[in-house]
């Protein structure tokens, strides 16, 4: 579902938590956001807004 608020691209998701694509493919990299997942009609991989904001709330805690 393209209007799902709860899924995002990658450019949806790096400037959700604010930072670049390449700072987002690192931090996919090093574990601190999950990996995307492929979505049936999606040609490029899917974020989860619940994993984004696990990130913030753990940033924001100190704990990534």
């Given amino acids: 579902n393209v209007n799902n608020p709860n899924e995002m691209s990658k450019t949806q998701a790096a400037d ?15 574990g601190f956001i999950p990996k995307g997942v492929h979505i049936e009609g999606f040609k490029e991989l899917r974020w989860y807004k619940c994993d984004l904001d696990l990130y913030l709330t753990n940033k924001n805690a100190g704990l990534a």
């Fill in 16 to 30: 959700y938590i604010g930072v670049s694509r390449a700072t987002f493919d690192n931090y996919v990299k090093d």
